[in-house]
């Protein structure tokens, strides 16, 4: 396959054929084909006969999603733009391209630095796992151990609020999530509950500032040869 410019296919083709089929199919909006993360997927794929795209666009598209701060190992299936759109239209939320790239590059896992020391009274914890993003359609997409099926449990039962969304496990089984309404990273403890408080209190409790953003989370990660455990 060979992408071509929208306005060359509609002219060969005048009805609503493969264009707006890719673009739906992979969550682009219309008028995105030919352009970097369409190329992207197209080169993913396998479509590009092996071509390595060569645009300044698309070269800045590789490189923020493979040149990251920290690598993952046993990732999840691959997920594309349409399976992130999904996850956004459960949550109700748009999400930072960071956090869309990171996941575009790999689907969760295990990462080579995986220790985050906060400064002052808090000890260092270690990120076990980052979960995955469900593929569009998956039969068992409200997994826990999917983003999204873990935030719609974890809001049903009033673990925690719908303004934090969990992607990443400790040892001990909390949570570290984005924060929905500013962007920042949070650490959130789920064996705080007290019976006494209520659910907002409870909520406010567990919750524990982490990074100003994903970016900055990411870059904060050390290796545990860098942590004082």
Same mark, same amino acid.
């Given at each position: 396959?060979?992408?071509?410019?929208?306005?060359?296919?509609?002219?060969?083709?005048?009805?609503? @054929?493969?264009?707006?089929?890719?673009?739906?199919?992979?969550?682009?909006?219309? @008028?995105?084909?030919?352009?970097?993360?369409?190329?992207?997927?197209?080169?993913?794929?396998g479509?590009?006969? @092996?071509r390595?795209?060569?645009?300044?666009?698309?070269?800045c598209?590789?490189?923020?999603? #493979?040149?990251?701060?920290?690598?993952?190992?046993?990732?999840?299936?691959?997920?594309y733009v349409?399976?992130?759109?999904?996850?956004?239209e459960?949550?109700?939320?748009?999400?930072?391209?960071?956090?869309?790239?990171?996941?575009?590059?790999?689907?969760?896992?295990?990462?080579?630095?995986?220790?985050?020391?906060?400064?002052?009274?808090?000890?260092? #914890?270690?990120?076990?796992?980052?979960?995955?993003?469900?593929?569009?359609?998956?039969?068992?997409?409200?997994?826990?151990?999917?983003?999204g099926?873990?935030?719609?449990t974890?809001?049903g039962?009033?673990?925690i609020?719908?303004?934090?969304?969990?992607?990443?496990?400790?040892?001990?089984?909390?949570f570290?999530?984005?924060?929905?309404?500013? @962007?920042?990273v949070?650490?959130?403890a789920?064996?705080?509950?007290?019976?006494?408080?209520?659910?907002?209190q409870?909520?406010?409790?567990?919750?524990?500032?982490?990074?100003?953003?994903?970016?900055? #989370?990411?870059?904060?990660?050390?290796?545990?040869?860098?942590v004082?455990?």
């Amino acid at each position: 396959m060979q992408l071509v410019k929208t306005s060359t296919h509609k002219a060969t083709f005048p009805h609503g @054929g493969s264009v707006s089929q890719f673009e739906k199919h992979f969550g682009l909006r219309s @008028g995105d084909y030919g352009k970097a993360d369409a190329i992207a997927i197209s080169h993913d794929k396998g479509w590009l006969k @092996g071509r390595v795209p060569k645009s300044n666009s698309i070269t800045c598209w590789f490189e923020r999603c #493979f040149m990251l701060p920290v690598k993952l190992s046993r990732p999840e299936t691959k997920v594309y733009v349409s399976d992130f759109a999904v996850l956004e239209e459960q949550i109700s939320a748009k999400l930072p391209d960071s956090f869309r790239d990171f996941y575009l590059a790999s689907n969760g896992g295990v990462s080579n630095k995986d220790w985050w020391e906060s400064e002052g009274q808090y000890e260092p #914890f270690r990120v076990k796992r980052f979960k995955a993003i469900a593929q569009s359609g998956a039969s068992d997409a409200m997994d826990t151990k999917y983003i999204g099926g873990c935030y719609s449990t974890m809001v049903g039962r009033n673990v925690i609020p719908q303004t934090i969304l969990p992607f990443a496990i400790d040892d001990g089984g909390n949570f570290v999530c984005l924060d929905l309404k500013d @962007g920042c990273v949070c650490f959130y403890a789920t064996d705080t509950y007290d019976p006494d408080l209520t659910t907002a209190q409870n909520h406010l409790n567990s919750y524990r500032w982490l990074a100003d953003s994903f970016s900055d #989370f990411l870059s904060g990660l050390k290796d545990e040869s860098e942590v004082d455990v």
